[in-house]
């Protein structure tokens, strides 16, 4: 039967996590292929079609090491790209599960758009939350182009707006649902990130596109925060900062890279700090927050 959606996810060293995204998405009534990329996951950890006996349109492809977030998805639109019979591609982490009826809101929010380059997030939830599952992680996102700052709309709410919103200045890469002709134009991931801001970087090149970056609450994903959450590691810190900068110096005028610098050593520089002192525990950790700084603001990208 003919698929017009290709749902993309990466896997690395996390097999039963990813079984169980998969077992949420087998409830679905749409039809649709599913993709995994794994990114040079360790053997025991590796997806094989014994693991999913009974499920329908699951395709596994093995990476040879790990290329990140960036270059395991990017390796998922590349297979996309080259199979012209998808229409839409949805981009969702592997530490999450659906609604069953997720995925129509984004289908019928899409033709909406048709004439339209965007991309499409859902209501995503805390799976979690204190035994909530009512929370919202995210509904919408801010970005602050004078700090360089991300904000989640909603956070920790239980009510939402109700009505598809398209007044975002980023939408988290933890679910997108794109079409073809978007991604297109916007080619993917920034290979060079490998992890973080990769999201806010393809967002602002939509708005360059003049894109609209919708929020769906119609459709409804939870998401397994604490799975994920932030490791404190030196690679970690050095990514987030340097990312951020990266993020700002292909897609904003230089003047808010200098208010940037400027919030980053007044303000910025002593919130991670605080993190890697009181989270982190690790003193190690703060020669990579001014590495970060430095190849942010100098390397070549």
Same mark, same amino acid.
């Given at each position: 039967?003919?698929?017009?959606?290709?749902?993309?996810?990466?896997?690395?060293?996390?097999?039963?996590?990813?079984?169980?995204?998969?077992?949420?998405?087998?409830?679905?009534?749409?039809?649709?292929?599913? $993709?995994?990329?794994?990114?040079?996951?360790?053997?025991?950890?590796?997806?094989? @079609?014994?693991?999913?006996?009974?499920?329908?349109?699951?395709?596994?492809?093995?990476?040879?090491?790990?290329?990140?977030?960036?270059? #395991?998805? *990017?390796?998922?639109?590349?297979?996309?790209?080259?199979?012209?019979?998808?229409?839409? /591609?949805?981009?969702?982490? *592997?530490?999450?599960?659906?609604?069953?009826?997720?995925?129509?809101?984004?289908?019928?929010?899409?033709? !909406?758009?048709? *004439?339209?380059?965007?991309?499409?997030?859902?209501?995503?939830?805390?799976?979690?939350? !204190?035994?909530?599952?009512?929370?919202? +992680?995210? #509904?919408?996102?801010?970005?602050?182009?004078?700090?360089?700052?991300?904000?989640?709309?909603?956070?920790?709410?239980? @009510?939402? $707006?109700?009505?598809?919103?398209? @007044?975002?200045?980023?939408?988290?890469?933890?679910?997108?649902?794109?079409?073809?002709?978007?991604?297109?134009?916007?080619?993917?991931?920034?290979?060079?990130?490998?992890?973080?801001?990769?999201?806010?970087?393809?967002?602002?090149?939509?708005?360059?596109?003049?894109?609209?970056?919708?929020?769906?609450?119609?459709?409804? /994903? +939870?998401?397994?925060?604490?799975?994920?959450?932030?490791?404190?590691?030196?690679?970690?810190?050095?990514?987030?900062?340097?990312?951020?900068? +990266?993020?700002?110096?292909?897609?904003?005028?230089?003047?808010?890279?200098?208010?940037?610098?400027?919030?980053?050593?007044? /303000?910025?520089?002593?919130? +991670?700090?605080?993190?890697?002192?009181?989270?982190?525990? *690790?003193?190690?950790? /703060?020669? @990579?927050?001014?590495?970060?700084?430095?190849?942010?603001?100098?390397?070549?990208?």
């Amino acid at each position: 039967m003919y698929s017009p959606i290709l749902i993309l996810t990466v896997n690395y060293n996390q097999k039963q996590v990813t079984l169980e995204l998969l077992k949420s998405l087998q409830r679905c009534l749409e039809n649709f292929d599913t $993709l995994i990329i794994d990114n040079g996951s360790k053997s025991e950890e590796k997806l094989n @079609s014994k693991d999913y006996p009974t499920y329908k349109n699951i395709y596994v492809l093995n990476l040879d090491k790990n290329y990140g977030f960036t270059g #395991g998805f *990017n390796r998922g639109i590349e297979y996309f790209l080259n199979h012209k019979q998808y229409k839409y /591609i949805l981009i969702i982490n *592997n530490d999450t599960e659906v609604d069953k009826n997720f995925i129509k809101p984004l289908l019928n929010t899409a033709e !909406k758009y048709k *004439n339209k380059d965007f991309i499409i997030a859902p209501r995503i939830l805390f799976y979690n939350y !204190k035994g909530k599952k009512d929370i919202i +992680w995210f #509904g919408g996102g801010y970005y602050n182009k004078l700090t360089g700052a991300t904000k989640h709309k909603n956070l920790y709410k239980t @009510s939402y $707006l109700e009505y598809t919103n398209i @007044s975002n200045d980023y939408l988290t890469g933890c679910t997108l649902f794109i079409p073809r002709h978007t991604l297109r134009k916007l080619g993917g991931f920034n290979n060079s990130f490998f992890a973080y801001s990769e999201d806010v970087d393809l967002s602002l090149r939509l708005k360059k596109i003049h894109g609209e970056l919708i929020y769906e609450p119609k459709s409804v /994903i +939870w998401h397994k925060v604490s799975i994920t959450a932030k490791k404190y590691s030196p690679l970690s810190f050095y990514l987030q900062i340097r990312n951020s900068f +990266w993020t700002t110096r292909l897609n904003l005028e230089r003047r808010y890279l200098l208010s940037q610098i400027l919030y980053f050593l007044i /303000i910025r520089q002593f919130i +991670w700090i605080g993190i890697a002192i009181i989270k982190g525990k *690790n003193l190690k950790l /703060i020669p @990579s927050i001014y590495s970060g700084l430095y190849d942010g603001i100098t390397k070549k990208i």
